[in-house]
């Protein structure tokens, strides 16, 4: 038997159980990974709260939980390609990340679902990248950034927010970010200039950055494309990952699934040179599911939280 994380109806942490089920095995063309750490995302319980959001996702009742998880290979069925046996890995598995084993179907047409894991990442970190550093990336990827550029990042103190500060730096950037006043410190360390969001945000990127900024980017609603429009910022400029397909102004929407195929690998080899940080803000065993989900959904958590197994 393996334990695994479902829900039955949708709703809040409250309706999270952790089962025994009888244990999967790989087979033909497939690989089963035990996993050892999974990472939350808001997405996660997004989907498990809100039935709409599932159904765009094909998500149904009953369902497991989770997506981004590392661990080790441990089967290696008939016809699997490019994954042996002890191999470290971490990937995406919609709805079946936060359990004991994930069962994946190896790399068709080069199309990879499952990363090796370089050596001086940890399975923690491993397990924070997949769908919050495609996010980021392709936000930045979606307005062209590029050196010299002062970007607005909304919600930067947040999962992706983090990799989106750290990237733009990387690109040559000047980062203005929005956040909360008790993560400021917590953004510097990025280098990152943190503003208060909320009301009158328009007047302090301008007192920040009285020549105005170039380019924005919006991890959380709609306040900074809007502020970033009423600067004067080109639509084009703007981008949003969280206000669905028709954002205001004719900003570009874009997401995770967006990146590029070498994402992964970039930011991977950039955490292995210390060029690339990842905050785990909190760590919960699987025992703990429903507080670790409670605490996500809180969204004041700086950095990410990770399911350790």
């Not at 927010?161 to 950037?173: D, E, H, M, S, Y």
């Not at 008790?182 to 009285?210: C, M, N, S």
């Amino acid at each position: 038997m393996s334990r695994t994380v479902i829900y039955e109806t949708f709703g809040g942490p409250e309706v999270l159980e952790l089962r025994e089920i009888p244990e999967p095995h790989a087979g033909p063309g497939e690989v089963r990974v035990r996993v050892t750490a999974a990472g939350l995302n808001p997405m996660d319980w997004a989907i498990a709260s809100m039935p709409q959001l599932a159904a765009q996702f094909g998500v149904t009742v009953p369902s497991g939980f989770g997506y981004d998880f590392a661990g080790v290979v441990d089967e290696v069925g008939d016809g699997a390609r490019g994954f042996a046996v002890g191999d470290r890995v971490f990937g995406g598995a919609l709805g079946r990340a936060v359990a004991d084993f994930v069962v994946m179907t190896t790399p068709v047409h080069g199309q990879q679902p499952l990363w090796h894991t370089p050596e001086g990442v940890s399975d923690e970190v491993a397990a924070t990248v997949p769908v919050a550093g495609a996010t980021a990336a392709a936000a930045l990827a979606a307005i062209g950034l590029r050196s010299g550029d002062t970007v607005l990042i909304g919600g930067a103190a947040g999962g992706v927010g983090v990799f989106a500060v750290q990237l733009a730096k990387l690109a040559g950037a000047r980062v203005i970010g929005t956040a909360s006043e008790g993560t400021f410190d917590f953004l510097r360390q990025f280098g990152a200039e943190p503003i208060a969001y909320g009301a009158g945000l328009a007047d302090r990127v301008q007192a920040v950055a009285p020549n105005g900024i170039t380019a924005a980017t919006d991890l959380f609603g709609t306040e900074t494309a809007e502020t970033a429009l009423a600067l004067g910022v080109p639509p084009e400029r703007i981008s949003t990952v969280a206000a669905g397909p028709n954002p205001p102004g004719g900003v570009r929407a874009t997401g995770g699934i967006d990146a590029a195929p070498d994402t992964m690998e970039r930011i991977t080899e950039a955490i292995v040179t210390g060029k690339i940080t990842v905050p785990i803000a909190a760590s919960f065993p699987l025992e703990k599911i429903g507080d670790a989900v409670a605490l996500q959904a809180g969204r004041h958590v700086h950095g990410k939280v990770v399911i350790t197994l």
